[in-house]
């Protein structure tokens, strides 16, 4: 019975339309409280893709809100359309106790490897400093947005093209989009957003974690990933 379960877990775990139902929850969460701390759906107390894909829909003249309606619409008719995987997985409601549980083991640990180093290089280059409770709901926000981003889209995207265009081995096209990713991830901290001057110790860093969140988004899928950088966010901001 056991044996069952943790292949079925373990397979099952990985889907996207599971991984995205898994992260639902911590985006809604999210999104309430940024709403409440921005008093509106703009404002510049949001994770950095959140606020810039707010931002460009205000400045053509569209509904900040609409940045959040239309993923609600999409992912409820997804849900809908997915809903016999969503049932299979669910007849087990504790599987997704052991997502977090694996998200968790996962955030601790590159807590603990990494988060002394993070905590050195990085907790004074920022010119902005946020309330405790704006940073929480912030650094909860990132995993989110920065998984789905930078994980879902662009390493999927990445590969498909790569499979598509160059006919390469598998491993080849993974190790193409994470590498590719990754420097992407890290230069997106040093926009003009973030307040934060490029130094070669922080690139190194978010080129590391860029690569490890990678590996963890193919091999354990988006939802895994995404709890994983957001408990590590809130995991750093704790220790500081």
Known sequence: MWEIFRSSYWRLSREPVLGLLFVTPLWVAYEFFAFRLNDGWAGSLRTGIDFLIKKS???????????VVIPAIFLLLLFVKQRVIIAKFSKHPVRFGFMFLESLFYSVCFGLVVGGVTALFLSQNSDTVHPRVAALVMNLGAGVYEEFFFRFIL???LIILIHRFFHVKTYVSCAVAVALSSALFAYFHYLDFFNEPLAWNSLVFRLFAG???SLIFI???LGVAAYTHSLYNVFLMFRQ
């Open 155 to 157: 390493i999927s995207g």
């Open 57 to 67: 829909f205000t400045k053509f003249g569209i509904p900040a809100g609409l940045a």
């Open 219 to 221: 091999f354990r899928g």
């Open 211 to 213: 690569a490890a969140f």
